[in-house]
């Protein structure tokens, strides 16, 4: 293992020559070492000031070190982390609601990341479909998604590169072009039980699913009983300007997968899922440990008033117009660049 520890400082050199001996080498990581941020800036272990374009990969949705969130999170550390499932605790209940609300899907499982909800809603199409005594473990995914690093997210991601590696995965999965409506029609049959799609692809290069496409998918399930999962975890909670793109599409999922902004920093995943697929669930069937703790409730309650109660939504909506008009302008200006895509605050170029 080469360590490159050159034009670092003394600190920053320390921190990693420390990894490069100690931790698994899965990333390639920039060579700087952050340690602080506020707002939507970010710092290294040299004071130098970054601007976070990327918010720690659709992460620090009320920006970093937010005074609100802060002080919620460590009243909540003084008070109770961590309970189990074994348990009711008073907030999980109060997240899953407002989840609903906003999603109009009826109940919420919680876990830890966007992977974990991925996973969780396969695990509860492939029930449904058992249940219903008609199994259906086949699954069609697009190509050039990304929904996640685990096995069955894996299987369901339509890059090569990432799955070659982990063969054999899920059997079963067909993939189809996004936005190539007769690919999926010919591909969604009886035998299959769910589409999982990313309303807007977030790792694909930010690719927004069409309404015709949508509308070929909403044509597929009706016809073929087949569920649908939207996978969220990147474009929702108020990425896009609006709660969920799934709604701007038309789209009406049985399954819906949250993670990244739902923490603001604090890990926690979600699957939200209608009442016809909840129904076909048992005591038993699914679960987490650390699933919906405390913590990370109370961190997904802040995020969610600060989005809905206190105008984050709004002002996603606002600035997004503006990076969207600049973006535009830069496009006329330059012809390398062929294509603006995306909405609200979820840009690709
Ligand atoms: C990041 C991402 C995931 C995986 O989330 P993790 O928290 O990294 O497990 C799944 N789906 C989409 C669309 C993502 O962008």
Redesign the pocket.
């Known amino acids: 293992m080469t360590i490159v520890t050159e034009g670092l400082s003394p600190v920053a050199s320390d921190v990693v020559s420390l990894e490069a001996v100690h931790i698994v080498q899965v990333y390639r990581r920039q060579p700087i070492v952050l340690v602080r941020g506020s707002g939507s800036k970010v710092y290294d272990a040299d004071g130098r000031e970054y601007l976070d374009l990327i918010s720690g990969?659709?992460v620090a949705s009320l920006g970093h070190a937010n005074p609100r969130l802060a002080a919620a999170i460590s009243a909540q550390a003084r008070e109770l982390l961590h309970c189990s499932n074994l348990f009711f605790h008073p907030l999980q209940g109060q997240v899953a609601a407002r989840l609903s609300r906003l999603s109009g899907l009826s109940r919420t499982f919680f876990c830890n990341?966007?992977?974990?909800a991925?996973e969780a809603c396969l695990k509860f199409t492939r029930r449904y479909w058992h249940t219903r005594g008609e199994p259906r473990p086949g699954l069609v995914a697009l190509e050039s998604s990304?929904?996640?690093?685990t096995i069955g997210?894996l299987s369901v991601t339509g890059e090569e590169h990432y799955r070659t590696p982990f063969e054999p995965l899920l059997g079963n999965v067909t993939f189809v072009p996004p936005n190539d409506r007769d690919a999926l029609l010919n591909a969604v049959t009886r035998g299959i039980g769910a589409i999982i799609v990313?309303p807007i692809q977030?790792?694909g290069g930010v690719r927004p699913l069409t309404a015709e496409f949508a509308g070929a998918i909403a044509e597929a399930c009706a016809s073929t009983g087949a569920l649908l999962i939207a996978?969220e975890?990147?474009c929702g909670l108020g990425r896009t300007g609006a709660p969920f793109y799934f709604t701007q599409l038309g789209l009406k999922p049985h399954a819906l997968?949250l993670?990244?902004a739902l923490g603001a920093g604090v890990p926690i995943?979600a699957a939200v899922i209608s009442d016809e697929v909840a129904n076909a669930l048992a005591f038993g069937d699914h679960g987490s440990t650390y699933g919906g703790n405390l913590l990370a409730c109370r961190a997904a309650l802040v995020f969610l008033e600060e989005l809905i109660d206190r105008g984050l939504l709004n002002h996603v909506a606002s600035v997004g117009a503006f990076a969207r008009a600049k973006l535009s302008e830069l496009a006329r200006r330059h012809a390398t660049i062929q294509e603006v895509r995306g909405a609200g605050l979820m840009w690709g170029l």
């Open positions: 990969v659709g990341s966007g992977a974990e991925v990304f929904h996640g690093r997210s990313e977030g790792e996978d975890v990147q997968a993670g990244k995943g």
